[in-house]
C-alpha cells in the first residue's frame, strides 16, 4: 500500500479514556509492516482539542465514550474545529450502530475494538486519510454546482470512480440510483425559472436529508441527479429509495409543491467489469422502463 507521507511517521491522535483499550490498540500498530506511525494519546475531549492547535496530526481515532463527552457530540466538535482531518471511530460490539450513524455525520470509518486486527486498523488508516485528501481535493477545484451546492458531473465522475475501485477492492457491492424531476419543463414554461430553480434545490435539500453523507449526490445537469451509495445491499438501496419518496411527500403537504421525482437503480458488483458510464446508462435505462410501465399503466412508481 503506497504510504501517505514518504519520509514521516503518520501521526494518530487517539482519544481513548480506557488504559486496556489503548495498550492493545498500540500493540495492534505495531503489528502493522512497512509503515511507521507516531501516536498521542488523550483520555478527554478538552486534552486533545488544546493539542491540536499546537500539533500535526494526520489522522484522529476516536471513542465516542469519552468522558464529559456526549457520543456523537464529540464527533460534530472535532469536525467543526478541524474539519480536514479524517476520523475513525472506536465502538464495542453493542454500539455498531451508533458507530454507522457517526459515519453519516461525517466521520470516515470506524473499527470495532473487539475486532480489531493489523490488516483492518491498516486499511482503515490509510484509505480514510486517502478518502479525506480526496475529498479536500474535490471542494478545491470546480466540482460544485452553484445551484444546489452539491457535486457537479465532473466531481461526481472523480469521486465515484474512485469508489468503484476501493468497492471492487473490497469485494463490495454498490448502488447508482438516476433520478429525475418529473415535468420540469412544464414547471419552467408555466411558471419561469426562478420557480424551476426552486425544485431544484428542493430536491437537492431532500437528497442531502435521506441519504448518508458517505453517499455521492450530484446534479450532473438539468433536471438529473445521480446518487452513488456505497457498500449497501439491494434492500438498503431501496428502503433510502422509500425514505427519499417519503421526504418529497412531506416536503409537498408542508410546502404546498407538487415535486415529483422518478428513480431508475443500478447494482455494481465486484469483478462485473462495469464502468461508472455504463452503470449510468443502465439506471437511467431502468428510470425510462419505469417511467414507459407507469405511462401505459402497469406499473408503480417506486
Not at 500500500?1 to 495498550?23: Q, S, T
Not at 458507530?99 to 480489531?116: N, P, R, S, T
Not at 441519504?211 to 433510502?240: H, K
Amino acid at each position: 500500500m503506497k504510504r501517505i507521507r514518504d519520509n514521516k511517521p503518520i501521526k494518530i491522535l487517539l482519544f481513548e479514556d480506557n488504559p486496556g483499550d489503548v495498550c492493545l490498540f498500540l500493540e495492534t500498530l505495531r503489528e502493522i509492516p512497512s509503515t511507521r506511525y507516531e501516536t498521542i494519546h488523550v483520555d478527554s475531549l478538552a486534552q486533545g482539542i488544546l493539542l491540536l492547535d499546537k500539533q500535526h496530526i494526520d489522522i484522529i481515532i476516536l471513542d465516542l465514550g469519552l468522558p464529559n463527552s456526549h457520543h456523537l457530540e464529540s464527533l460534530k466538535k472535532l469536525k467543526s474545529l478541524e474539519p480536514r482531518i479524517p476520523i475513525v471511530i472506536l465502538t464495542g460490539n453493542d454500539d455498531e450502530e451508533t458507530a454507522l450513524f457517526a459515519v453519516q455525520q461525517g466521520a470516515q470509518d470506524y473499527l470495532v475494538k473487539q475486532k480489531i486486527n493489523a490488516d483492518a486498523l491498516s486499511r482503515a488508516i490509510h484509505y480514510s486519510i486517502e478518502r479525506q485528501k480526496l475529498q479536500d481535493k474535490l471542494f478545491s477545484l470546480a466540482l460544485i454546482d452553484y445551484l444546489t451546492g452539491l457535486y457537479n458531473r465532473r466531481g461526481f465522475f472523480t469521486l465515484a470512480e474512485h469508489h468503484l475501485k476501493l468497492a471492487e477492492r473490497m469485494n463490495k457491492n454498490c448502488h447508482l440510483l438516476f433520478l429525475d424531476i418529473d415535468n420540469l419543463k412544464t414547471i419552467n414554461d408555466n411558471y419561469g425559472h426562478f420557480q424551476g430553480d426552486l425544485y431544484l434545490k428542493k430536491t437537492a435539500e431532500i437528497l442531502i436529508h435521506s441519504f448518508r453523507d458517505s453517499d455521492i449526490i450530484s446534479r450532473i445537469g438539468g433536471d438529473e441527479f445521480v446518487v452513488l451509495i456505497p457498500d449497501t445491499s439491494t434492500q438498503g438501496a431501496q428502503n433510502t429509495v422509500s425514505r427519499f419518496q417519503n421526504n418529497i411527500n412531506e416536503v409537498n403537504k408542508r410546502e404546498g409543491l407538487n415535486l415529483s421525482v422518478s428513480v431508475g437503480i443500478a447494482t455494481f458488483s465486484p469483478n462485473t467489469n462495469l464502468s461508472l458510464q455504463e452503470l449510468l446508462n443502465k439506471a437511467d435505462k431502468n428510470l425510462y422502463d419505469k417511467r414507459r410501465k407507469e405511462k401505459n399503466g402497469r406499473g408503480e412508481r417506486i
